[in-house]
DNA sequence: CATGAATGAGTATTCATTCAT
DNA sequence: CATGAATGAATACTCATTCAT
């Protein structure tokens, strides 16, 4: 006699989440994440208006219709506007968690490599996934709403890894002592993300308005990424 | 014969500012920025809580109803919600200027030194300015609506001032020759922000929940000049 | 002790004017009707800014700032904004009510004459007081509030001024004799108002738009008092 | 794949008509104003509260509770309370002008037959549809707002069949030569509109207080149309 | 399974009026 | 005596969500 669709599934999902939200992404590693093409529509679409506008700034009706889809959709797949935003961030920060966790398996690289490495998975945000950028930038900005714990959860690793990375630097004599690592986490997090919000202002700067969107952020992508190697470089190894 | 009253006042306020756009704060520079005690409650509070919310996140409602201010005050004194965020970023963004002007306008200190007054200016925001920090970061990462000229315009000043110190830096053979003034600035504001911004993550991550507001920015205020400044300092140098 | 001031005084008219409101015109007649400059730059905008945009669809605020006073002068001169529109009504009708007295006791003129004058009294009115014509129209139009009492009274004055006018003439032999009083008088009435409130419109038929305001309503008192003179002409006397 | 609601067809419905002003009944005439239940309960209430107390007097939620539906049915329905009287105004004139169609596709009628045709159209008006009456004279005493543009082009449509029908008249020798049709027009019209908005005075001064509505209605019709009548038919031929 | 219709709570703003000065 | 400052009530409208179909 129960009927369960897609929202008491999802009605049940959140329950288990709040059952063992210590390790938020945990249980959510394996959730389904099988959304159908309105669905996926609906999230791409929401992701762009929750970046450019704020959470209350972006009504369900615009989203609906900038993604062509019914209004009443939106609460049926997603339940609420809250939840859908929730998707997005679990959707997202898993493949940040998945990039990282690659990074830090791997054992053949150098530590200033692996340091490189971690500056390209985060300075590929600003052409790739810009959107999704503003709004963890806005999410962090935030007081309430939003799913802090996912993002705590995910800043918590990034600081654990970049913490080991150094300390493994380190050791091999290939860093020097001195250094905080939550600090330069927190430099190249906030230089990438400073960056991805203000690229419009940049653009202005350096007169590039009439270049495609894909073709400015890659110049970008590429101008930051030095950038930071560069100066990490100096920074970590004292060498220029 | 003319009737001068608040409104009028700021409607006119309100046309400068269209016709002369494009040196918005020259126009405002000489503006009368004497705001009454409810004024300063009101200014106050919406800082807060569109720092907080957003800008569609805060209500009128709930921004008169804590500011302890009727709820038809703010269309008196302010026109509109849109004035009001305007005022408050008229308001703090020409402190910002000020600061830097004055930084400027000093001959005495060496190019280092000037550096590190300019860290500091910026990271005294953490402590200072949480709230408006906030909201140039929501600001920033908006597409339409929100000053953008006035932003513009300081971060434009911002960059020249930086580029001026770098190039004198170097002139008097204390720099290094191959360094980018614009990336340089995005580092420092980049981290200021993202360390503004995440400061209950910071605090969760260092066990300092019971430490007082005050304490704690003041703490993170002294560890972000520090590590910006030794950082720096090698970037520039070379030298640890 | 007593403090007698404007205020005061208009709301013991008032009560005066509910104790005796069966002849309204007659307890008013010998009103204090002495306005002040202030007083008459208020009730000219506001019979301008009531006719054109109904008494609702004119605030105060308007009115305050074309008449160029202060907000609190209205509350403060006439009471509210009611008093206000019954100041004007009050103001307006009596001068109505003399014309048509001076008509009445003129000995002198032929029945057919003194219809002629009639006609004029009221096709006056297009060019005269456009906008007190359209005031009424609007207070006709209208199930409540303002002064219905004082309209109703002249009305039926006018009314009785008519049917005598009417039944003089046929005693003299000058009118026929199957003669409807109150018909006629709408006819007059109607008409006139209707062309007073169309004005544009005739104006756009005519193609005369860029005429001067005063110089088409001359016209168009002309035209209408000729037509309705002639077309009365017919009737009372079936003669052409 | 266009999402067609309720909302998107109104928002079309009025960039056409703004696209094709210049003649707005045409554009309109094939309009499918078919409207449900609670549409037509809206539209009757609005209808006459706009009549008794203006545009801006009769708020959105008196209507709404008069009408005993939802507060926001209203902008659902019709997007906003201007849209609602435009609805309004759009379907009754629609049907003035199809009664006006009919008449002049006549062509078996006397001339002074049609005349007295086209009186009964109008003062027919007097008890059917009395409250659009009123905000007939309300939109015209009007400066601006309200569709302007549909009631010029019914009255334009007006005179222009009454100028045909006197021209045809006078042409087969019914009529008398000299004859002012737009003053004729004005003539009929004022004189219905004002009986019309008058009634409550008319009652009163016929002591008929007691009878219904709809009788006192029907009363007034047959006293008017015979008034009008009898004088048009002296007026037009010159026998009694 | 999907959706058009409907709704109560909420939005920013304007209103006529009052009151302390 | 006149007025700038202030306000509670009302304004039209939009919101996210629900529900019958």
Redo the contacts between chains.
């Keep these: 006699m129960f009927k369960l669709n897609k929202r008491l599934i999802l009605c049940l999902e959140q329950l288990f989440k709040q059952a063992f939200n210590n390790d938020v992404l945990k249980s959510t590693e394996g959730a389904i994440m099988d959304f159908n093409q309105k669905q996926l529509q609906i999230l791409e679409t929401a992701e762009r208006l929750f970046?450019?506008?704020?959470?209350?700034?972006a009504s369900v009706r615009d989203i609906a219709?900038e993604a062509?889809v019914?209004i009443a959709m939106i609460s049926y797949y997603f339940g609420s506007k809250e939840r859908l935003i929730e998707s997005i961030f679990l959707k997202r920060i898993l493949d940040v968690k998945t990039g990282l966790d690659e990074l830090v398996k791997d054992k053949h690289l150098a530590p200033l490599e692996k340091m490189n490495r971690l500056i390209d998975l985060f300075v590929a945000r600003i052409s790739e996934r810009p959107h999704f950028c503003?709004m963890m930038?806005?999410a962090?900005?935030?007081?309430?709403g939003i799913p802090t714990d996912l993002?705590?959860d995910v800043?918590?690793q990034m600081?654990e890894m970049v913490k080991k990375l150094i300390t493994e630097g380190q050791k091999k004599g290939a860093f020097?002592s001195d250094l905080?690592p939550?600090?330069l986490v927190?430099?190249i997090?906030?230089?990438?993300?400073?960056?991805t919000?203000?690229q419009n202002?940049?653009r202005?700067?350096w007169n590039m308005e009439q270049m495609t969107d894909e073709k400015f952020r890659e110049h970008l992508r590429e101008?930051?990424s030095n950038?930071l190697k560069k100066?990490f470089k100096?920074?970590l190894t004292?060498e220029?």
């Excluded at 970046?51 to 700034?57: C, I, N, S, V």
């Excluded at 997090?189 to 960056?195: E, F, L, P, R, S």
């Design positions: 970046a450019m506008r704020g959470f209350h700034g219709q062509d019914n503003r930038v806005r962090q900005a935030t007081e309430e993002i705590t800043k918590k600081y020097v905080d939550l600090m927190n430099t997090v906030g230089t990438t993300n400073h960056i919000i203000s202002f940049l202005k700067m101008k930051v950038h100066m100096v920074v004292h220029p």
